[in-house]
């Protein structure tokens, strides 16, 4: 069992920077796939990046390459997404998810049906 919690959202201007965190519980944390997704009002939601459960590879949505950084530190069981250059379009509901990748990844990392755990969501708004 693997319990996430997230924190970090909240209201910044366009152009502004946050870092959410998730934070997990589970002796096995490093053998997790860490994925964080958005779902915006009205939309899908969808994945934002992605790591293995070492920190050695991470994957990215278009949408956000250059501008958003995942890591780990998993002596604290913490996953983080750094967000700068944070634009309206990125107003949404982020959840961190898990799923157990042993060394590598799990499957196709954006697909949000292959995670098996949940946190409950951090708002993140960026106004104009």
């Known amino acids: 069992q693997v319990q996430l919690v997230e924190s970090g959202g909240g209201l910044v201007q366009a152009g502004g920077s946050l870092r959410l965190s998730c934070a997990a519980s589970?002796?096995?944390?490093?053998?997790?796939?860490i994925t964080w997704f958005r779902q915006a009002p009205g939309k899908e939601r969808e994945s934002v990046a992605g790591i293995i459960g070492s920190g050695g590879s991470s994957r990215y949505a278009d949408s956000v390459k250059g501008r958003f950084t995942i890591s780990r530190d998993n002596v604290k069981n913490t996953v983080y997404l750094q967000m700068n250059s944070l634009k309206p379009e990125d107003t949404a509901v982020y959840y961190c998810?898990?799923?157990?990748?042993?060394?590598?990844?799990?499957?196709?990392?954006?697909?949000?049906?292959?995670?098996?755990?949940w946190g409950q969501g951090t708002q993140v708004t960026v106004s104009s």
């Open positions: 998810a898990a799923a157990y990748g042993g060394g590598g990844w799990s499957g196709t990392w954006s697909n949000a049906g292959e995670y098996d755990y």
């Open positions: 589970g002796r096995t944390f490093s053998s997790y796939v």
